[in-house]
């Protein structure tokens, strides 16, 4: 081994087997070997498993005996264990950001195969590291305090329950729904699977709860526009759209949507799914929170051409709740977490168009039948076909309408096995028709699923194993007229079968919202592949986001049933809650600094800063970073044109001897 | 003999601007040559590679050699001047950082012989003929030096004391660099003799600066006439005053030119074009492809803008094949 001078750094290399997770591809032994003639390296060890206590202590232990001042761990991700060794290296009496970690685990024994290239490219890494580390100098953390505030962004189940866990605890929150009332999917549910306890009579109460709670504030109609800060001290602008109706003044009495000049209803009402029509002025239902009317200014005569004899305003009367010249209107809060709950959207069933939605009436899909079983839809729960009237004596449930689809999604949805058993029952109770359920596999792994299941074969609903082919009018025999005709393999008997049937349900899947990657950009978080919010960790950071202080529960994250929606908001809930609760949270060092004889004042820095941490002294004529509003994004380092800014740990030092290391061989 | 200190200029690959921004000191030029004695200066007094040959090393106080190296020959001289000089200063932007010789590195050796002796739309050469580094006519032999492959700044060559930056460097730097040398109160080696700290600092226009340009395009400046109030940059021209460093009082944008990066980054900078293309896309607002090809269609020359003086010195240094 190298004996270094003096003014050498003095460096410690550990090489971690993790188990067999690294050490079954990549020969810890030898990378530990080679690193120990890597210049000033006074030490270097492979262990079992560096992140244990004992792994720790030889790390202290190491730092007393050899007077170590730079540390080096290939191990896993820092997402996972840099803590754990900063916080090893600073129980051995070394500053914790003497210390540099590589992940050979991830970026390498995980991807690559046994051999000799495994290992070579981890004494890479590791050469890389040791480079680096000697440039490392010692930093400090500092802190930053957390608002108490949280914002939730969606007002389905899971921002709903996020919403209440919070205020209960005593939190402010800001609940902000794009659409005119909260309640999500769930408020059009009749029942809910597998106890078919009304959705109604367990959503409604939680609804009017938010809206009366004096610790939230709650904004529907909105969006929000802007997101500026970092964990603790997010400033969140929310746009909420104009109603036309003044919230406070509003009682919901609906007197104006009687006198509307539109006699009848004539616009598609977006809540029953298009399967009845509303008025330009409207509630969304009747249980709506906020409880109160809004006017649409797509269909709205006045809004559109101010030529109306406003027979609305005459009705409100003295309440002088409606207001046409109502503006969109900007609200900027300060909060210091926020939970994203924006759930999903429904698959486009027209996307297959072998199915028919669109082009046979009587094809329909899982929301619109939601809709008519439930006793206040459009139908008052009567399920009848297109024609208003005719009950159907066959129905047929296609599953996996959009799900476990190469050509579409690839994901299983979850729900749909499950809602389509629901309204199988709820269907053959209402009308006594023949159900016929079209399924790939049957997913029923919740509590009381499996039950549910066999509950439905009892009741003879029918099950046909088989994805369908296609639903045709096409009939080819006298029982098949007037009827739909679904053809499929039946995988179970072996043989193509040809079902006719009055109606057809699409149990659509689940796909994240359309405009969901300009979400996770404003909110500056990550997205699976597919596009669902991604989280920190699958099984253990379910709820947290690579952001700190921003959270995600529901849909948004993948799809899921009501029960898992409501345990991970109530999951976020609890993590925003620890960070309130801790008052502050401790930052990296890792922030930019500039040097100000070398600051030409150009003012390039200032407006790239994501988070207004950059200002300019005008008496001096240079920028001067605030660090307790830097994040270390490095932004205004790579733009400063001259080089003025610096930041900690990523020194151009650090970075080019990295790579220059890296390179070397 | 003369006691005073020995003094010599030479040219290698460069336009001949810094031979004459010598001349450019106007009176004070009498004022340097009283001081020393010019021992070597091609350009201006009859002095032979023989005599340089013939003096002892190292007898020379300061050689100023201006121009980036290109051929065997230029290579050579470096190499002469560097043995016979106590200091080696690489005097204006080619010498100092390839300038602009070094965008022939944007092309291989063969790419330019070729386009020079066969495709260039002036060229008649039938037979394709291209100079040859040894060729005989009527009994004689002549040898011509080589081009090498690439054109490297003074300091990929031989060892560089100072660099006097500029294209060409304002007569105040060598004014200061002689008067420098003279006092012998030099700073440590291989400083460049001009402040470290980027051209707005100097720019009386700084003020006028908005904090947020985001441009949505950049124009040229045959296409505007450029308030001479505001900053340039702030219209729409790629000005690179702040990634350039400064000490020449900004004239260009006096005149009403934008920078286009003479001096050189600062100490901290290592890529000058990394860095000014780093910048530049920092002030652009889109975001969107088609926003960013719309802006990225005012700057026609990438490599010419961002490495105008510089691309010898480029992490990537040129093409390889």
Avoid at chain 1, 85 to 103: D, S, T
Avoid at chain 1, 318 to 336: H, L, N
Avoid at chain 2, 25 to 35: H, S
Avoid at chain 2, 114 to 126: G, L, S
Wanted: hydrophobic letters at 35%; glycine letters at 8%.
């Amino acid at each position: 081994m190298n004996e270094p001078t003096k003014t050498q750094p003095r460096i410690g290399v550990y090489i971690c087997h993790c188990g067999t997770n690294i050490a079954g591809v990549v020969d810890c032994k030898a990378v530990a070997e080679t690193a120990a003639q890597y210049p000033n390296v006074v030490v270097s060890r492979d262990y079992k498993y560096m992140c244990s206590d004992p792994g720790q202590a030889l790390i202290q232990q190491d730092i007393k005996e050899h007077k170590l001042d730079r540390i080096v761990v290939s191990s896993c991700s820092p997402l996972l264990h840099e803590h754990t060794f900063r916080g090893a290296c600073e129980k051995g009496g070394l500053n914790p950001y003497c210390f540099q970690m590589v992940n050979i685990r991830e970026h390498d024994s995980w991807v690559h195969e046994k051999g000799a290239a495994a290992t070579d490219k981890a004494k890479d890494l590791t050469r890389a590291a040791v480079s680096r580390v000697a440039h490392h100098k010692p930093l400090e953390t500092k802190t930053t305090p957390i608002h108490p505030d949280v914002m939730i962004v969606g007002g389905g189940i899971a921002g709903i329950q996020a919403a209440l866990t919070l205020a209960n605890a005593g939190q402010h929150v800001y609940l902000v729904e794009r659409e005119p009332t909260i309640g999500g999917y769930m408020a059009k549910f009749d029942k809910t699977f597998p106890t078919l306890d009304c959705a109604a009579c367990i959503l409604t109460p939680k609804m009017s709860a938010v809206g009366a709670h004096p610790n939230i504030t709650l904004w529907t109609y909105s969006e929000v526009a802007k997101v500026d800060g970092f964990v603790g001290n997010y400033k969140v602008v929310v746009k909420r759209k104009p109603r036309y109706i003044i919230e406070d003044l509003c009682v919901g009495c609906n007197e104006c949507v009687t006198a509307c000049v539109f006699k009848e209803g004539k616009f598609e009402d977006e809540f029953n799914m298009g399967l009845s029509k509303r008025k330009p002025v409207y509630m969304p239902f009747p249980q709506a929170t906020p409880p109160i009317v809004l006017i649409d200014p797509e269909t709205c005569i006045n809004v559109k051409t101010g030529k109306c004899k406003k027979t609305c305003v005459e009705a409100c009367g003295d309440r002088q709740a409606i207001d046409f010249t109502q503006k969109a209107e900007m609200k900027e809060v300060q909060v210091g977490t926020i939970i994203l709950a924006t759930g999903f959207q429904p698959f486009d069933a027209k996307r297959i168009p072998q199915y028919g939605y669109g082009i046979y009436p009587n094809v329909y899909t899982s929301l619109e039948i939601e809709r008519l079983v439930n006793a206040s839809g459009p139908t008052e729960g009567h399920v009848v076909l297109r024609d208003g009237k005719t009950k159907p004596k066959s129905v047929g449930i296609v599953h996996c309408v959009g799900s476990r689809d190469n050509k579409t999604h690839r994901w299983c949805s979850r729900v749909c096995c499950m809602y389509s058993m629901k309204l199988a029952h709820l269907i053959k109770h209402h009308t006594d028709a023949e159900v016929f359920n079209f399924y790939i596999d049957i997913r029923a792994p919740g509590k009381g699923y499996e039950e549910f299941y066999e509950k439905l074969q009892e009741e003879g609903v029918h099950f046909i194993r088989g994805r369908v082919a296609e639903v045709t009018d096409w009939q080819m025999s006298k029982e098949e007229e007037g009827k739909l005709v679904i053809r499929v393999e039946d995988t179970l008997a072996g043989f193509v079968r040809r079902i006719p049937v009055d109606m057809v349900v699409l149990a659509v899947g689940l796909e994240p919202h359309a405009d969901s990657q300009d979400v996770r950009r404003q909110f500056n978080i990550s997205c699976s592949t597919e596009g669902w919010f991604l989280e920190r960790h699958p099984k253990l950071a379910p709820v947290n986001t690579f952001t700190d202080g921003i959270f995600i529960a529901g849909a948004c994250q993948g799809p899921k049933d009501i029960p898992d929606t409501v345990a991970q908001a109530g999951a976020a809930a609890a993590e925003a809650l620890s960070l309130i609760k801790a008052g502050s949270i401790e930052l990296e060092p890792n922030t930019a600094f500039v040097v100000a004889e070398e600051c030409s004042g150009c003012k390039t820095c200032i407006p790239m800063c994501p988070y207004t941490a950059i200002s300019r002294d005008d008496v001096k004529k240079v920028a001067v970073i605030n660090e307790a509003l830097c994040k270390g994004c490095g932004t205004c380092v790579a733009a400063c044109p001259s080089g003025a800014i610096k930041q900690n740990l990523f020194d151009d030092d650090e970075i080019t001897s990295e790579i220059e290391a890296i390179l070397a061989k | 003999m003369s006691t005073k200190p020995k003094i010599g200029f030479y040219w290698c690959a460069s336009c001949g601007g810094c031979e004459e921004s010598v001349v450019d000191l106007a009176e004070d030029v009498l004022m340097v040559v009283g001081a020393v004695d010019i021992v070597f200066w091609p350009c201006a007094m009859d002095f032979k590679k023989a005599d340089v040959e013939a003096m002892p090393d190292k007898s020379i106080v300061a050689t100023l050699l201006n121009g980036a190296i290109r051929s065997s020959e230029q290579e050579e001289m470096a190499h002469l001047l560097r043995r016979k000089s106590q200091v080696l200063i690489a005097y204006g932007s080619c010498a100092h950082t390839g300038g602009v010789p070094g965008l022939a590195n944007q092309f291989t050796r063969e790419q330019i012989m070729k386009y020079v002796y066969e495709d260039a739309p002036t060229m008649v050469n039938d037979k394709k003929t291209r100079p040859q580094t040894h060729f005989k006519e009527d009994g004689r032999e002549t040898e011509l030096p080589q081009l090498r492959n690439v054109v490297r700044a003074l300091d990929q060559v031989v060892d560089v004391d100072y660099y006097i930056p500029g294209c060409p460097p304002t007569p105040k730097l060598l004014k200061d660099a002689v008067l420098a040398l003279l006092s012998g109160k030099l700073p440590p080696k291989g400083s460049v003799l001009a402040p470290n700290i980027a051209v707005c600092q100097q720019c009386k226009r700084n003020d006028s600066k908005p904090q947020d340009i985001s441009l949505t395009e950049f124009k040229r400046p045959h296409q505007i006439i450029a308030d001479p109030e505001k900053c340039l940059l702030a219209q729409g021209l790629p000005c690179l005053g702040p990634a350039t460093r400064g000490g020449c009082d900004a004239v260009c944008i006096q005149g009403n030119m934008p920078c286009t990066g003479c001096f050189g980054p600062v100490d901290n900078v290592h890529d000058h074009g990394a860095k000014i293309l780093s910048y530049l896309a920092s002030t652009a607002a889109g975001k969107e492809q088609k926003d960013i090809t719309k802006t990225l269609a005012g700057i026609p020359d990438p490599v010419g803008t961002f490495y105008r003086y510089g691309l010898a010195k480029c992490v990537l240094r040129g093409k390889v094949s």
